[in-house]
């Protein structure tokens, strides 16, 4: 995605450029402001969110669903062990 809005920047000062060499009369008015910067911002903060998002997987596979496997083990396991005999009503 960046590679392609540098490639456009890169794209849009050519053609700048070329309006500038070939427009002896000024008649065509074209201005492009680089935002090269803000896309390497923005890159730079989509690799820092990586960083920290690619951890998360194993953060909710540990701390919630290996947790919440074992609870339904136990309920499973539970359910199992119960024996209509044991339990009684009254009327």
């Not at 492009?32 to 903060?45: A, G, I, P, R």
């Not at 062990?81 to 009684?88: D, G, K, M, S, V």
């Amino acid at each position: 995605m960046f590679d392609g809005l540098r490639k456009l920047t890169n794209n849009l000062e050519d053609v700048e450029s070329l309006i500038r060499k070939y427009d002896s009369d000024g008649y065509i008015s074209f201005h492009h402001t680089s935002q090269e910067k803000k896309y390497q911002q923005l890159f730079n903060d989509y690799q820092e969110l990586h960083r920290f998002t690619k951890q998360v997987g194993g953060i909710v596979d540990d701390v919630i669903d290996q947790r919440f496997y074992e609870d339904m083990d136990a309920f499973v396991e539970a359910m199992r062990n119960l024996r209509i005999e044991e339990y009684t009503t009254e009327n």
